[in-house]
């Protein structure tokens, strides 16, 4: 009887903890971020970016390196030659890194696309206007009327609920792949498209891939309003989703940038200047992290900022 009473208890005490493991994960079954909260709902980049980042001992260790659960490059603007990469022809998931090509391909084709509002897309990863942006390019490129996005809830996740129906933007998605295929002469294999917003796990690009298309961007000089295209992005310090991050860049260097978050995904592609004597030197660079849990997207993002910052300190000895 005692047996059975202490067979009954572990097992009682078994259930509780796989429950408790459960609510600890923050990703329930079918759901494709890290949490179930408002706080979680969608790309979460703005709220996770705000944890404090792991120790400098944690985010020195090259441990998704080992795995192979990153890829990167890092090239030079005024010689367009690579500084450093890492398996940067292997494609992986772009989570909200995917509206770099939305915008791009919507402020180069749409007439009457708002630049402000552009901006203020990338910089928030705000998931609706950029589902909203790539009906536009469908409209005008394909003269097709995709149905409207979900509506975003109210609250502070509101700009990071991927659309219930964003399967629908594929066709969209595929022609902004097609378009960027015809304005840049590069390595396209595997590289594929699937929504505006970065929701779909479909999207994917190489870094080197990403890093082209950041190139191009820049080539166009101040196309958007008298603006060149990485002044559209966030940076470190100011607001959007990397206001929080990239704190300590050495002496002047500025980061330019688009995030991205999804459970399995943490990324980071855009331009690092760095003070080179009187000069200020250009980099383009795009880092995608593949990762199997709510902490080690954390290690990620700490991973992803360490290599930017000394990036940024060693470029500029």
Not at 192 to 201: H, K, Q, R, V
Request: proline share 4%; charged share 20%; hydrophobic share 40%.
């Amino acid at each position: 009887m005692q047996s059975s009473f202490a067979r009954l208890t572990f097992c009682v005490v078994v259930l509780m903890a796989l429950v408790a493991c459960s609510k600890d994960s923050g990703a329930p079954a079918g759901s494709i971020y890290f949490g179930t909260a408002s706080d979680y709902d969608g790309v979460v980049e703005a709220d996770i970016d705000l944890v404090a980042e792991p120790s400098e001992k944690l985010v020195e260790d090259s441990a998704f390196e080992k795995r192979g659960d990153i890829g990167y490059q890092l090239t030079g603007g005024a010689d367009q030659q690579v500084k450093t990469e890492f398996d940067a022809k292997n494609p992986r998931i772009l989570a909200s890194v995917t509206k770099i090509s939305t915008a791009l391909a919507a402020l180069r084709n749409v007439s009457d696309v708002n630049v402000a509002e552009v901006s203020a897309m990338l910089r928030e990863s705000h998931n609706y206007q950029a589902s909203m942006l790539l009906r536009r390019f469908a409209q005008t490129v394909l003269g097709m009327e995709l149905p409207p996005p979900k509506q975003p809830s109210r609250g502070r996740s509101a700009a990071h609920t991927c659309p219930s129906n964003g399967t629908v933007e594929a066709p969209a998605a595929r022609e902004v792949l097609s378009w960027l295929k015809k304005m840049i002469s590069a390595d396209w294999t595997n590289a594929e498209l699937a929504d505006g917003s970065g929701c779909s796990y479909e999207n994917k690009m190489s870094p080197e891939q990403l890093v082209e298309i950041l190139q191009y961007a820049d080539s166009l000089g101040p196309a958007f309003s008298d603006q060149d295209f990485a002044s559209l992005l966030a940076s470190p310090g100011r607001s959007g989703t990397l206001r929080s991050r990239l704190g300590g860049l050495s002496g002047r260097a500025k980061v330019f940038a688009k995030t991205g978050t999804l459970n399995g995904a943490i990324t980071l592609a855009g331009y690092l200047f760095v003070p080179k004597g009187k000069e200020i030197e250009k980099y383009y660079f795009a880092v995608l992290i593949s990762t199997n849990s709510r902490a080690e997207a954390r290690s990620a993002r700490a991973r992803i900022d360490y290599l930017v910052k000394s990036w940024a300190r060693k470029l500029a000895s």
